[in-house]
């Protein structure tokens, strides 16, 4: 399995969401978070489908959608859905410092999705994680 610094496989789709292009995930991939050491590692598994950075549009000059930041935004995307918004925002900003991101830029970038990024639909307290089982659910022991 690739890790969050390995290059990211996608296929571009036929989709839009708000003018944006998506690109689903044709190889999984997966980030150890050193912040929260007690998580096993995060699994973005393949067929996910990401819009890569949000960025609005006067924005895009200063930080491209697709960069050196795109594995940490796919990563974001995945995490929305599984962690509160300030945990999501602080593993994109571990992933974009492990990708080496221009700090300045990954210093607007965490912020922004801090403030103004998406409320996360998470229904359970921890993502899915590379112990669970083929269904997702937890393994009991």
């Given at each position: 399995?690739?890790?969050?610094?390995?290059?990211?496989?996608?296929?571009?789709?036929?989709?839009?969401?708000?003018?944006?292009?998506?690109?689903?995930?044709?190889?999984?991939?997966?980030?150890?978070?050193?912040?929260?050491?007690?998580?096993?590692?995060?699994?973005?598994?393949?067929?996910?489908?990401?819009?890569?950075?949000?960025?609005?549009?006067?924005?895009?000059?200063?930080?491209?959608?697709?960069?050196?930041?795109a594995k940490a935004a796919v990563l974001h995307d995945?995490?929305?859905?599984?962690?509160?918004?300030?945990?999501?925002?602080?593993?994109?900003?571990?992933?974009m410092i492990l990708l080496h991101v221009d700090p300045?830029?990954?210093?607007?970038?965490?912020?922004?999705?801090?403030?103004?990024?998406?409320?996360p639909r998470h229904t359970e307290t921890f993502p899915?994680?590379?112990?669970?089982?083929?269904?997702?659910?937890?393994?009991?022991?």
């Amino acid at each position: 399995m690739r890790g969050v610094t390995d290059p990211l496989v996608v296929k571009i789709t036929q989709g839009e969401v708000q003018g944006r292009g998506l690109a689903r995930l044709v190889e999984p991939f997966q980030f150890t978070s050193r912040r929260y050491p007690d998580l096993d590692a995060i699994i973005v598994p393949e067929g996910f489908v990401t819009d890569f950075v949000s960025v609005p549009w006067f924005a895009r000059p200063f930080i491209p959608v697709i960069g050196r930041a795109a594995k940490a935004a796919v990563l974001h995307d995945w995490t929305c859905t599984r962690f509160p918004r300030a945990m999501a925002a602080h593993l994109f900003l571990e992933a974009m410092i492990l990708l080496h991101v221009d700090p300045l830029r990954r210093w607007f970038m965490f912020w922004a999705v801090r403030l103004f990024g998406p409320i996360p639909r998470h229904t359970e307290t921890f993502p899915p994680l590379a112990s669970r089982g083929q269904s997702g659910q937890p393994q009991r022991s």
